[in-house]
T-cell receptor, first 114, second 116 residues
Framework: DGGITQSPKYLFRKEGQNVTLSCEQN?????MYWYRQDPGQGLRLIYY???????QKGDIAEGYSVSREKKESFPLTVTSAQKNPTAFYLC?????????????FGDGTRLSIL | AQTVTQSQPEMSVQEAETVTLSCTYD???????LFWYKQPPSRQMILVIR????KQQNATENRFSVNFQKAAKSFSLKISDSQLGDAAMYFC?????????????WGAGTKLIIKP
């Protein structure tokens, strides 16, 4: 079945450490997204990519970095510069960025600080 | 700035009854898309229904329907014959069309509780 796989499901980070969240899709979608969700809040866009080797900052990109070397993969690195990284992270993809076709979501990764 | 507002942090409904979740948005665009997503306790986001702004007919998907009022910038979700499996967070989202950003703008969500 086609879908989006996020790993790991749970991740712990020590102070001053960078961690990378994986997102892989086999839907042949061009666009991919990373969102952060905090308790009781909606989704906030961290980064998005409309095509391979290109990505754009979202509303809360500071302290995060991404790469898009392959169409299927869009990993998110939470750097030590992100001072409040504890949150639920959702990866999504869509056929393209600007159509009625919906975004498809992975199951998410919960990141906590040790 | 474009914003999406869900004024009901939490709603509850008796099983088998009907409930309406409200959503308003602020935009100066004339062409856009609107979505309702559901996030059950498993945390996966699932598309419930979608609407194109230039279509006057309200979208319907089985027990889910919307009341789209473009002039009022309102996009409410009606769930008929509520079922226990409908319990979830519901998010309204807006997608502007015509610029290069293509960023979904999300409301804060409404928690729907189904009473058996």
């Amino acid at each position: 079945d086609g879908g989006i796989t996020q790993s790991p499901k749970y991740l712990f980070r020590k102070e001053g450490q960078n961690v990378t969240l994986s997102c892989e899709q086999n839907l042949n979608h061009d666009a991919m997204y990373w969102y952060r969700q905090d308790p009781g809040q909606g989704l906030r866009l961290i980064y998005y990519s409309q095509i391979v080797n290109d990505f754009q900052k979202g509303d809360i990109a500071e302290g995060y970095s991404v790469s898009r070397e392959k169409k299927e993969s869009f990993p998110l690195t939470v750097t030590s510069a992100q001072k409040n990284p504890t949150a639920f992270y959702l990866c999504a993809s869509s056929i393209d960025g600007g159509s009625l076709e919906p975004q498809h979501f992975g199951d998410g990764t919960r990141l906590s600080i040790l | 700035a474009q914003t999406v507002t869900q004024s009901q942090p939490e709603m509850s409904v008796q099983e088998a009854e009907t409930v309406t979740l409200s959503c308003t948005y602020d935009t100066s665009e004339s062409d856009y898309y609107l979505f309702w997503y559901k996030q059950p306790p498993s945390r996966q986001m699932i598309l419930v229904i979608r609407q194109e702004a230039y279509k006057q007919q309200n979208a319907t998907e089985n027990r889910f329907s919307v009341n789209f009022q473009k002039a009022a910038k309102s996009f409410s979700l009606k769930i008929s014959d509520s079922q226990l499996g409908d319990a979830a967070m519901y998010f309204c989202a807006y997608l502007p069309v015509g610029d290069s950003n293509y960023q979904l703008i999300w409301g804060a969500g409404t928690k729907l509780i189904i009473k058996p």
